[in-house]
Nanobody, 125 residues
């Protein structure tokens, strides 16, 4: 089992910044790739970013490249993963979820085994 707890969401004006955090613990949290997804009302959950266990490789959705940065800190049996979001747009409004234990593609929600409870990000015009 992997436990994931997100924090850092909130309301921000367009053009502003937010930093999301996710505490990952249990099983192999410090050795798993970790990812961020988001889901807007009435839409499917979509990939945002992912990072390998070492932090050496990162992956981004085209819609957030150049604006969002994923990073992580590993410490024995737990990890922190962050999503720094700059130049936010109203279309970034969604519930953001942290994910762990991918099996296959990083880009499909169904390939990830564990999820956090989500944190709301709202970007106003």
């Amino acid at each position: 089992q992997v436990q994931l707890v997100e924090s850092g969401g909130g309301l921000v004006q367009a053009g502003g910044s937010l930093r999301l955090s996710c505490a990952a613990s249990g099983r192999t949290a410090s050795r798993d790739p970790l990812g961020w997804f988001r889901q807007a009302p009435g839409k499917e959950r979509e990939f945002v970013a992912a990072i390998t266990w070492s932090g050496g490789s990162t992956f981004y959705a085209d819609s957030v490249k150049g604006r969002f940065t994923i990073s992580r800190d590993n410490d024995n049996a737990k990890s922190m993963v962050y999503l720094q979001m700059n130049s936010l747009k109203p279309e970034d409004t969604a519930v953001y979820y942290c994910a762990a234990d991918p099996d296959g593609s990083f880009y499909r929600p169904d390939d990830w085994g564990f999820w956090g409870q989500g944190t709301q990000v709202t970007v106003s015009t």
